[in-house]
């Protein structure tokens, strides 16, 4: 079984605004780091987003100020809320969790923004 899986991904026009989910109820949620990571065709994957266990996050330049990261620990959820899309945001999204010792990917939701 996939320990994360993402739902939410989708076709958005530019400007428009996405929230990926992924759920986390296979580990035991609390106690990772959770982040949101992205990869285009032809390109390396990259972090857009994470959020510690306290609630800490870290955003990619190219995202401040247009996405959120988020983390419900009652639901074991981590959301990726997405405004001002544009179409470089286009790419294969990825829920991540990691603890020493432990590294977990979800299958990846596609978000496509068209001009």
């Known amino acids: 079984q996939v320990p994360l899986v993402e739902s939410g991904g989708g076709l958005v026009q530019a400007g428009g605004s996405l929230t990926l989910s992924c759920d986390g109820s296979r580990i035991i949620f609390s106690i990772y780091t959770m982040g949101w990571y992205r990869q285009a065709p032809g390109k390396q994957r990259e972090l857009v987003a994470e959020?510690?266990?306290?609630?800490?996050?870290n955003l990619a330049d190219s995202v401040k100020g247009r996405f959120t990261i988020s983390r419900d620990n009652t639901k074991n959820t981590v959301s990726l809320r997405m405004n001002s899309l544009r179409p470089e945001d286009t790419a294969v999204y990825y829920c991540?969790?990691?603890?020493?010792?432990?590294?977990?990917w979800g299958q990846g939701t596609q978000v496509t923004v068209s001009s």
């Open positions: 959020i510690t266990t306290g609630g800490r996050t």
């Open positions: 991540h969790g990691w603890r020493t010792g432990y590294d977990h």
